[in-house]
């Protein structure tokens, strides 16, 4: 092989250069070790329940804070620019609020599989190939590793964060809160979805059993389309959806 299966391989994939993108959409069905250090090693995977454990009661306590700010009745939009025509925000506007966040999130979730996880780092740059590899180039490699198919928290928290910093700046604050909330649980039920996209069992004929068939296909024939994990919704906009005839062919 290209690599010693025995040593970390983040280290290691850098050095493959022209070869690398053919090497990393070659899948095999074993384990990989990233890191030389026991610790970063543990950080770096992570059990799909942990997401769960960790964030469905942020989501939950950040959706009470949200609705009963909101019931104060003190929120209106565009009330930085005008007094007189400053919209009010309600209590009921809440759940809407918190569907557009999760929408956002399945738009985010495209965006960033196709033009971040799916980008083609050059043959000559050591450096973005290491950076391809921890991101995403891990798991085309080995997809079938279960302690790296969600997110680790921690590395999580710090692009959540980041995301909402942005809604902040953008949106008044409880209203970026409640966007930023729909998206959380967005992302949580995303990352659920991609854990039982590949170890799940659905009956055939079923939605989720449509999206694992697809998700099989961008894996191992389609890994320049077909970016759409728990919808497919983007890719039929932005011209990356999988031919519908490759899975006629299958059945």
């Not at 022209?18 to 026991?38: G, M, N």
């Amino acid at each position: 092989d290209l690599v010693d299966w025995q040593k970390p391989l983040l280290w290691q994939v850098g050095y493959l250069g022209e070869k690398y993108d053919e090497w990393v959409h070659q899948p095999v069905d074993r384990p990989i070790r990233l890191f030389h250090s026991d610790i970063l090693e543990y950080f770096s995977k992570t059990a799909w329940y942990v997401v769960f454990m960790v964030w469905a009661p942020v989501v939950l306590y950040l959706s009470w804070v949200s609705y009963t700010t909101l019931a104060q009745g003190n929120t209106r939009l565009f009330s930085s620019f005008t007094t007189e025509y400053s919209i009010p925000v309600h209590k009921y506007y809440f759940p809407f609020i918190f569907l557009l966040g999760m929408f956002l999130w399945s738009l985010l979730e495209y965006l960033i599989h196709r033009f971040v996880f799916h980008m083609k780092p050059p043959a000559s740059n050591y450096y973005l190939i290491t950076l391809h590899f921890l991101l995403h180039g891990q798991h085309h490699k080995s997809p079938f590793d279960s302690s790296r198919l969600v997110f680790p928290p921690v590395p999580a928290s710090l692009v959540m964060a980041f995301f909402y910093g942005i809604l902040q700046l953008m949106l008044p604050q409880v209203l970026g809160l409640s966007v930023f909330v729909g998206g959380l649980c967005g992302y949580v039920i995303y990352d659920m979805m991609h854990y039982y996209l590949h170890y799940g069992s659905p009956k055939k004929g079923t939605y989720l059993y449509g999206l694992k068939a697809y998700h099989v296909k961008h894996h191992f024939e389609h890994q320049k389309s077909g970016f759409g994990i728990s919808t497919r919704f983007w890719d039929h906009p932005f011209r990356t959806l999988i031919p519908e005839e490759t899975f006629e062919k299958e059945d």
